[in-house]
């Protein structure tokens, strides 16, 4: 059951029917199939280059599809190209990153002059152009008549359409969906996948499931005819679409007139109380298209006339602010609802992506897993905290905002801040932190009370400005300390779990793929793998009874996988533990002599061994130590209750002033991290890698017995790697690389770099990234682009630090 027969619905209902899953019905509000949503009035606008890698493969997928289609005759998909233009160096600067974007992602993808954007656009003012990134693969969508065109194929398949039904009511039993009650009767179902658009948080309401989306309205007019536009109406367009982004402003041609949208204007959230009831047949009156606001408009024009001088002497004919959906991160709402086991979220999707998210949905339901990574687009993967409504519009509005904003990938979100803090976060205050945000949480970077520490070196080590922006010097002030001395990292945004009862090993052994049948005591490095032996995340799992384990997990979607797989019998129990509690990362080859005098405890090499965990007292407080180090160093994770907290780290900083401790950030953190070669999931790895290519077959133990994704990672390890995430160096020390860079093989585009940062202790930077097996072999000469320019790397023998685990295991 489908609810909602948008271009989504449509493409769902295909793709679910191609599979063949044929007992679709699709249910719609309106009429079919200008139902009067987001789809009827879209501009159609298909841009595929996003900083997503899934979000580029959604929308290289929708190309490819809507251009074989046609609805009798009638083109769904016209490739007249992207042109992105630039008016300040800023964002002609990101239009070279972007270019590199589109190369690791597989976008054709040119940077032109402006003379060559004139001789695309005429109307186009060059002078007020430094050039432009055009993509000759993007084009013109048509949303409605895809949508159709799509129908008719799942309806040839079973499938059926029925239009002026509106889902009223979601019936569910025993946790399951059970089917919907709409104005004109119940539908029994299995499965129901809600692709409402942004009438979503409505039926997520009538489910009891959060939908985390912001219906806003976004501004687009079209002009009066302009002389020098002319195209058949049958083809509607020739030239390229235009982007301005620096005003927020698109363009493209309707016959002899220009549409133009823009997000300049003031976010505008929508009430869908205030939104009309679906018009009886398709017709200009449709509940997402909400009444024009030209004075919000005006900035918008003057803008346009003055990057399209010859708009002067036309005027806008007429304009709507049209309604669509904004999520907390900008990303789309996919995957299947904790609290209703059998609903379904297709949501927040742009037309753009539409085919490649339907795609998507309807593999994870028919076969059990996309075959794109989307943790990124998974509705689970927002915490608690970012579910209130005063969060989702809060952050949906700035997601407008920022719809073309250059937008640092470091960069932290505007609020609401602080949201979430440990209980160090006064000190780390005092110790002048500079916070980034993560999952809601306030996460220092680094600290300016260790500016004497800086060395000149330091000073210019990461010196271009974009790398810069959330570098400082200070990052390779701690991260020496850490390898020199001692320091003290916040690791409380570490979330984690309590797993226990009778069935709490084997629940664990066959979600997981090491062995975790150790003693107690016993620490393990292991692995969650998909069905289809795709690495989804990995953990760190602490054995502290025979029914009782400590798991430290990477983010809300693992508990959310482990929480969907608990047996059933109630034998294995499972309590996240993030909240009421805190963590510090004492690392350092002076972590012992920081510790050890703080503990009647042994916590020698020989009392304490590494990858062991016990609980032990520092000072007055009860911790659990595990001896884990995720940075290269000898060091503990000391954990302890939330009210405790404060008092743990006074305990250690005070003990530690004698041995010139510091506190040190995750600027530091992700440098060690990286020079050790440790992996971070989600970033390094996705369920599109198997274990084997990822560099993490030591965490895969075959023999252990069945766990999940057991059957296709046993095929893996018989075949030679097709790719390999490799380690990189720059060789020119200056330069710097920040990931999601194409990495060049023999000049051609190869791969691409997952994580990159300066290592402080190697003088340069360091990447990992995704090469051909053959490339990914040490010493091979590959080139890493960044903004356009290649820069000489060499694949290093990994790791890059201490390789013998010298400095961990004494
Ligand atoms: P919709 O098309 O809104 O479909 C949802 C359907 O669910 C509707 O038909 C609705 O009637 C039905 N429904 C809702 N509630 C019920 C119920 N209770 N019972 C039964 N049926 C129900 N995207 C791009 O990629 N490129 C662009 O250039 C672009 N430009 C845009 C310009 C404007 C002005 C706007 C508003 C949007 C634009 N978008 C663009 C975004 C894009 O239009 C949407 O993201 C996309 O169309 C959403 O498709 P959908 O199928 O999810 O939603």
Known sequence: ???????????????????????????????????????????????????????????????????????????????????????????????????????????????????????????LDSDRVLGGLYTPDDGLAKAVRAGEAQARAATARGAAFLDHHTVVGVERDGGRVRGVVTDRGAFPADVVVSAAGFWGPAIGRMAGVAVPLLPLAHQYAFTAPVEGVENPPEIEARRPLLRHQDRDLYFREHGDRIGIGSYAHRPMPVHLADVAEPGAEASEDMPSKLEFTPADFDPSWRDSVELLPALAGSTIEEGFNGVFSFTPDGMPLLGESRALRGFWLAEAVWVTHSAGAARAVAEWI??????????????????????????????????????????????????????????????????????????????????????????????????????????????????????????????????????????????????????????????????????????????????????????????????????????????????????????????????????????????????????????????????????????????????????????????????????????????????????????????????????????????????????????????AAEREPRRRLSCLTLDDPERTAMGREPVLVDGAPAGYVTSAAYSTTLGRTVAYAWLPAEAGLPGTAVEVEYFGEPLAATVAAEPLFDPQMARIRR
């Open 1 to 123: 059951m489908i609810i909602g027969a948008g271009i989504v619905g449509c493409a769902l209902a295909d793709e679910l029917t191609a599979r063949g899953l044929h007992d679709v019905t699709v249910l719609e509000q309106g009429p079919l199939f200008a139902t009067g949503g987001s789809s009827s009035h879209a501009p159609g606008l298909v841009f595929a280059t996003n900083p997503s890698k899934t979000m580029t493969e959604f929308a290289k997928y929708t190309v490819a599809k809507y251009s074989r289609l046609d609805l009798d005759g009638r083109w769904c998909f016209r490739a007249v190209g992207g042109l992105e233009a630039a008016t300040t160096p800023q964002r002609w600067d990101d239009l070279k990153r972007k270019l590199g974007l589109a190369r690791s992602w597989g976008v054709r993808a040119e940077l032109v002059g402006p003379d060559e954007c004139a001789r695309m656009w005429p109307l």
């Open 366 to 715: 028919a076969e059990g897993r996309p075959s794109t990574d989307v943790h990124e687009c998974d509705v689970h993967r927002f915490e608690d905290a970012q579910l209130s409504p005063a969060y989702v519009a809060d952050r949906g509005k700035q997601s407008f905002v920022e719809v073309y904003d250059v937008v640092h990938p470091a960069q932290p979100i505007e609020g609401p801040r602080p949201l979430r803090t440990s209980p160090f976060y006064q000190r780390e205050r005092d110790l002048g932190a500079f916070f980034l945000e993560g999952g809601g949480w306030e996460r220092p970077h680094w600290y300016t009370a260790n500016a004497p520490l800086v060395r000149p070196e330091d000073e210019g080590a990461v010196h271009d400005p974009w790398a810069a922006r959330y570098h400082s010097p200070l990052v390779c002030a701690e991260a020496r300390a850490t390898r020199e001395g001692v320091a003290l990292y916040d690791m409380t945004p570490l979330k984690r779990l309590e797993v226990s009862g009778p069935g709490a090993l084997a629940f664990l052994q066959r979600m997981t793929t090491n062995q975790l049948d150790r003693k107690p005591g016993g620490v393990a490095y292991t692995l969650l793998l998909d069905p289809g032996g795709g690495v989804r995340s990995d953990l760190t799992v602490a054995r502290l009874d025979e029914d009782f384990f400590q798991v430290a997990v990477s983010s809300s979607l693992d508990v959310e996988w482990l929480r969907a797989h608990l047996p059933a019998d109630g034998s294995a129990v499972l309590r996240e533990t993030t909240a009421g509690t805190c963590c510090i990362g004492v690392w350092g080859p002076l972590a012992r002599d920081l510790v050890q005098p703080l503990s009647g405890d042994d916590l020698s090499h020989e009392g304490f061994g590494f990858f062991k965990a016990r609980r032990v007292h520092i000072g007055h407080v009860p911790v659990l130590a595990l001896r884990v180090s995720y940075v290269g160093e000898l060091g503990w994770e000391l954990y302890t209750g939330a009210d405790l907290g404060l008092r743990l780290w006074d305990t250690l900083w005070e003990a530690g002033r004698g041995l010139g401790a510091v506190a040190a950030g995750r600027g530091a953190f992700n440098s060690l991290r990286l020079e050790k070669g440790y992996r971070l999931a989600g970033t390094d790895m996705t369920t599109e890698h198997d274990p084997y290519e990822a560099g993490l077959g030591f965490a895969v133990r075959l023999d252990k017995g069945d766990f999940i994704g057991r059957e296709a990672v046993a095929a």
